[in-house]
């Protein structure tokens, strides 16, 4: 399993469990596997707010941008 979206939010903000695409099979266990651990469960939320808002916020997507801006024109 491969891609941006796991690279992100599975590997780096530890917010959920990927499985192979086009496997029902894969998909349904790892489904069972989280609705059986609410600890987990509970963990991948509060992990993938706090990602998102550390790196995905207005402020911080303008900021880049108006870096990028001053390093490009």
Partial sequence: VEGEAKELFIDDAKAGLAFEPENNIDLSNKLTEVYS??????????????????????DIIASEFFDFLNENI
């Fill in 37 to 58: 651990n609410k600890e987990k469960t509970i963990e991948y939320g509060i992990n993938g707010y706090n990602y998102v808002k550390q790196y995905f916020s207005r």
